[in-house]
């Protein structure tokens, strides 16, 4: 299906005049949800869900359901490249994502399976198919991967961590051995995002959740030269792509450097601060604070016209948590962000 230019999503990220602010959420589909909660338990498990496309187009599209949100983004991890790599990948109550494989030597990157067979990941693009099916062309469709720098993170690592030891060990003493692994990372990555856009998505995006671990010197070397080559071997160039790292204000400078349409920012700065020194080099997505969504509704609104008033345009701004949505939120504040949302900007962008 070609993109469709009424969008919303889409004519904010391309700086077209709207009629109100475009929302989405990160962690949408899931563990905020009582009925993902529900499908999670009957199925055994989050990795049963993403590896069924059956219920993982359903649990998409559970809070479109629910809200009045302006896409839809895939249910899946960014982990699952793993597959490709002959990795296993499980996901344990919490602790979250464990390897049974890590890569810390050159022996261990030389015992991955060299041949990365990208049919691996149809489960993923079979969701993507079913999704496009049911939404029918009324909302786009948002695909995903991590970066080649987050996810080597968790391959060096085996699991989730708070001290990256294995991580900073290489970073200090085997640069080669780490581009050797985000060599890798990124033609798989390649080939996963091409394979989405085939299946239909019609916006991509990049988690870089660790970016925030390297210095200017490092996030270059090791994060954004990848991220530009990955954006420059898109096939679609029309599909937009949106990067995300926390601690956002910290990389500027070197963001300005990136090649790509829509910049997701973190809660740790004001938006209008980003969009002063970025200026109009790309939309900017973000960045409400997850923890109003703990306040009543009258705190809501003031975070919600204190964004808008900072971002200060017409379009160009996609709205958005700084983070993923934390399982402790309720429901019903989502649904008070949304319709208030809508409500304040569409007066403010009534020109």
């Known amino acids: 299906m070609p993109l469709t230019p009424d969008y919303l999503l889409l004519k904010a990220i391309r700086n077209e005049p709207i009629d109100r602010t475009p929302i989405w959420i990160m962690r949408q589909a899931g563990r905020y949800l009582p009925e993902y909660i529900n499908l999670k338990n009957k199925a055994g498990g989050f990795i049963n869900l993403v590896k069924n496309p059956e219920l993982a187009c359903e649990i998409t599209l559970q809070p479109l359901k629910r809200f009045e949100l302006d896409s839809a983004i895939v249910f899946s991890d960014i982990l699952v490249v793993a597959d490709m790599m002959g ?51 009324k909302k786009p469709l948002i695909g995903f991967i991590g970066s080649p720098w987050t996810v080597a993170t968790y391959i060096i690592e085996g699991n989730s961590s708070k001290t990256f030891a294995n991580v900073r060990k290489m970073l200090e003493g085997d640069e080669k051995l780490l581009h050797g692994i985000l060599d890798m990372l990124t033609n798989i990555s390649i080939s996963y995002l091409n394979k989405q856009i085939e299946a239909g998505i019609d916006v991509a995006m990049i988690f870089d959740t660790w970016g925030s671990l390297l210095n200017d010197e490092q996030y270059e070397k090791f994060s954004l030269r990848y991220i530009n080559k990955i954006k420059h071997s898109i096939s679609n160039q029309d599909i937009p792509l949106i990067y995300y790292v926390r601690e956002t204000d910290k990389k ?7 090649d790509i349409d829509v910049l997701g920012i973190d809660s740790t700065t004001e938006i209008g601060v980003i969009k002063k020194q970025i200026g109009d080099k790309f939309a900017l997505q973000g960045n409400l604070d997850v923890n109003i969504l703990k306040k009543d509704e009258k705190d809501i609104i003031i975070e919600i016209k204190k964004i808008l008033t900072s971002y200060g345009s017409n379009s160009g701004h996609v709205f958005n948590l700084g983070t993923g949505i934390t399982p402790d939120i309720n429901p019903d504040k989502v649904k008070i962000l949304i319709d208030n949302l809508a409500d304040i900007s569409s007066k403010i962008n009534v020109k």
């Open 87 to 137: 990795i296993k990948l499980s996901f344990v109550e919490n602790k979250g994502p464990v390897f049974d494989k890590v890569i810390r030597t050159e022996k261990d990157l030389d015992n991955i399976e060299q041949i990365h067979n990208i049919e691996k990941l149809d489960y993923v693009f079979n969701t993507i198919k079913l999704l496009k099916k049911e939404l029918s062309g």
């Open 252 to 258: 500027l400078e070197a963001l300005k450097s990136l």
